[in-house]
């Protein structure tokens, strides 16, 4: 089971950017997958969930009406898409399987990230 991160870059305040996730392995599609940051100095935060079916979505309320999650019905792969990027939103943003209110569990562990930097 993996789950690889990335789109992340650098962009300035108020842009967008569009992050992904690709899952790898067996799909546990009784979860979601929770998308986390961690900026510099700071704890690992929760940011936005969606069901695996993209049916449900979790945003915290820093990111609410900016952040979109969704599944790619597709694909294995789940987006953040990023809009009116503000300068605390820089972090390296990661992605795990999670329930809709951001627990984790014992299917995956934390992977390499993506950097985003949003510069004011």
């Known amino acids: 089971v993996q789950l690889v991160e990335s789109g992340g870059g650098s962009v300035q305040a108020g842009g967008s950017l569009r992050l992904s996730c690709a899952a790898s392995?067996?799909?546990?599609?009784?979860?979601?997958i929770g998308w986390f940051r961690q900026a510099p100095g700071k704890e690992r935060e929760y940011v936005a969930a969606?069901?695996?079916?993209?049916?449900?979505?979790y945003y915290v309320d820093s990111v609410k009406g900016r952040f979109i999650a969704s599944r790619d019905n597709a694909k294995t792969t789940v987006y953040l898409q990023m809009n009116n990027l503000r300068p605390e939103d820089t972090a390296v943003y990661y992605c795990?399987?999670?329930?809709?209110?951001?627990?984790?569990?014992?299917?995956?562990?934390w992977g390499q990230g993506t950097q985003v930097t949003v510069s004011s």
């Open positions: 795990r399987y999670s329930t809709l209110s951001g627990r984790l569990t014992d299917i995956d562990s």
């Open positions: 392995g067996r799909i546990y599609s009784a979860y979601g």
């Open positions: 969606v069901s695996w079916s993209g049916d449900s979505t």
